[in-house]
T-cell receptor, first 115, second 111 residues
């Protein structure tokens, strides 16, 4: 059953703590993405990676970090430097073997609450 | 960068009627326009997309139209059903990787 998995579905942290969100895909996609979604707003791009061992900042990268050591995995760390970390975080992937680079497919999301 | 505006923010329609959502974009270089449907607590699902060399695309009850001159594109849902109730997002891209999203439209289909 191919797809994108994100874990956990809900995550609670205390202010000042770093937290890492997991994203795994078995679609053989080259590119992976992290978005943040806040109520009443569209999705905003945090980081993206076109290929293993390479990633670029998106529009709101401050306070976040990523790694891409494996094709299947693209974890996101929300650091204590992120001013408003409470949000719904979505991972996506694209650019499968068919070369359809534009089509992004999303995971189920992780809702992070920081108090 | 690209700026995508989406209207309306909420839309209530009677079951069986049509729903139309409109988006405008600012970057004339944008050439890919997907639409996503998001149900409560879930990730967005790609429902239809259109590229700049096509003016209209249809898939069963949903269709998308693109006017490159005016820089706007629209989603049309015909014969709406209760399961069409969700949040719909438009997006635009001028390269292979970065999508800019609209703020979303909450569609409610009344039985």
């Amino acid at each position: 059953d191919g797809g994108i998995t994100q874990s956990p579905k809900y995550l609670f942290r205390k202010e000042g703590q770093n937290v890492t969100l997991s994203c795994e895909q078995n679609l053989n996609h080259d590119a992976m993405y992290w978005y943040r979604q806040d109520p009443g707003q569209g999705l905003r791009l945090i980081y993206y990676s076109q290929i293993v061992n390479d990633f670029q900042k998106g529009d709101i990268a401050e306070g976040y970090s990523v790694s891409r050591e494996k094709k299947e995995s693209f974890p996101l760390t929300v650091t204590s430097a992120q001013k408003n970390p409470t949000a719904f975080y979505l991972c996506a992937s694209s650019n499968g073997p068919s070369g359809r680079r534009y089509e992004q497919y999303f995971g189920p999301g992780t809702r992070l609450t920081v108090t | 960068g690209e700026n995508v505006e989406q209207h309306p923010s909420t839309l209530s329609v009677q079951e069986g009627d049509s729903a139309v959502i409109k988006c405008t974009y600012s970057d004339s270089a944008s050439n890919y326009f997907p639409w996503y449907k998001q149900e409560l607590g879930k990730g967005p699902q790609l429902i239809i997309d259109i590229r700049s060399n096509v003016g209209e695309k249809k898939d069963q009850r949903i269709a998308v139209t693109l006017n490159k001159t005016a820089k706007h594109f629209s989603l049309h849902i015909t014969e709406t059903q209760p399961e069409d109730s969700a949040v719909y997002f438009c997006a635009a891209s001028s390269n292979d990787y970065k999508l800019s999203f609209g703020a979303g439209t909450t569609v409610t289909v009344r039985a």
